[in-house]
């Protein structure tokens, strides 16, 4: 998902959980600001449904809710900038705030961004497709990957060998699709909008090692919530 670098057997620390949950409540909170209804608001209910699936305690997610809402604190002004550029190895990085100061994010890209090469809007987003992405697993031995794909709507999927699936769709479909899939006997464990590489560039580990420590700088900043790397494997 566009996140390929991160060490997937990272330890489960209370500090990495809450980093998670305060990201999941900005993108709430943003997608709150629509309405407070997740029946009538999509973009929320995929949110919500993300934030359940990684266990957010139902008191913070509520009070997220509230809060984009405007019903809780006053309003909540969180904005989405895109920044584009090169890691080192001119590997193209896609990195998404979600920010309540631009300015502070900017200054903050800029630095993270020293021992890479910053660019302009469009520098590498033409080397991505803007996709939906749904992560799945099969529920039965029997579900077939290919006819959920079709019968739900997905453009396409990949597998991994540990039976989790991803399917992919256009960026309109992603919430049919995600609710349609169960019927095709697969569970869905997150849902939403990524930008995935189309030329993904091949280092050794030396070169590997060194734009993954750039990238996992990139991801702690605070402002940062999604970051996409063309980088293979």
């Given at each position: 998902m566009?996140?390929?670098?991160k060490?997937?057997?990272?330890?489960d620390?209370?500090?990495?959980?809450?980093?998670?949950f305060?990201?999941?409540a900005?993108?709430?909170?943003?997608?709150?600001?629509?309405?407070?209804?997740?029946?009538?608001?999509s973009?929320l209910?995929?949110a919500?449904e993300?934030?359940?699936?990684?266990?957010?305690?139902?008191?913070?997610?509520?009070?997220?809710?509230k809060?984009g809402?405007?019903l809780?604190?006053?309003?909540?002004?969180?904005?989405h900038?895109?920044?584009?550029g090169?890691?080192?190895h001119?590997?193209?990085?896609?990195?998404?705030?979600?920010?309540?100061?631009?300015n502070r994010?900017a200054?903050?890209i800029?630095?993270?961004?020293?021992?890479?090469q910053?660019?302009?809007?469009?520098?590498?987003?033409?080397?991505f497709d803007?996709l939906?992405a749904?992560e799945?697993?099969?529920?039965?031995?029997?579900a077939?990957v290919?006819?959920?794909?079709?019968?739900?709507?997905?453009?396409?999927?990949?597998?991994?060998?540990e039976?989790?699936?991803?399917?992919?769709?256009?960026?309109?479909?992603?919430?049919?699709?995600?609710?349609?899939?169960p019927?095709?006997?697969?569970?869905?464990?997150s849902?939403r909008?990524?930008y995935?590489?189309?030329?993904?560039?091949?280092?050794?580990d030396?070169?590997?090692?060194?734009?993954?420590?750039f990238?996992?700088a990139i991801?702690?900043?605070d402002?940062?919530?999604?970051v996409y790397v063309?980088?293979?494997?």
């Amino acid at each position: 998902m566009g996140a390929q670098w991160k060490n997937k057997h990272k330890s489960d620390t209370a500090a990495a959980k809450g980093k998670i949950f305060t990201k999941l409540a900005k993108e709430i909170m943003v997608a709150a600001k629509n309405g407070a209804d997740p029946s009538m608001n999509s973009k929320l209910r995929l949110a919500i449904e993300t934030a359940r699936k990684a266990s957010m305690p139902k008191d913070t997610l509520e009070r997220a809710i509230k809060k984009g809402a405007g019903l809780l604190d006053g309003p909540v002004n969180y904005e989405h900038v895109v920044y584009e550029g090169f890691a080192p190895h001119q590997v193209p990085v896609i990195v998404e705030c979600l920010t309540d100061n631009k300015n502070r994010s900017a200054q903050s890209i800029r630095v993270l961004f020293r021992k890479g090469q910053l660019g302009s809007s469009g520098a590498v987003s033409w080397d991505f497709d803007y996709l939906g992405a749904i992560e799945a697993t099969a529920l039965t031995k029997d579900a077939d990957v290919e006819v959920a794909a079709i019968e739900a709507g997905a453009q396409d999927f990949e597998q991994d060998e540990e039976g989790g699936v991803v399917f992919y769709t256009e960026p309109t479909d992603l919430d049919l699709v995600q609710k349609a899939l169960p019927e095709f006997g697969f569970s869905v464990s997150s849902a939403r909008l990524i930008y995935k590489p189309k030329n993904p560039v091949t280092l050794d580990d030396a070169a590997r090692a060194e734009v993954e420590a750039f990238l996992d700088a990139i991801d702690g900043d605070d402002d940062v919530q999604h970051v996409y790397v063309g980088l293979a494997g």
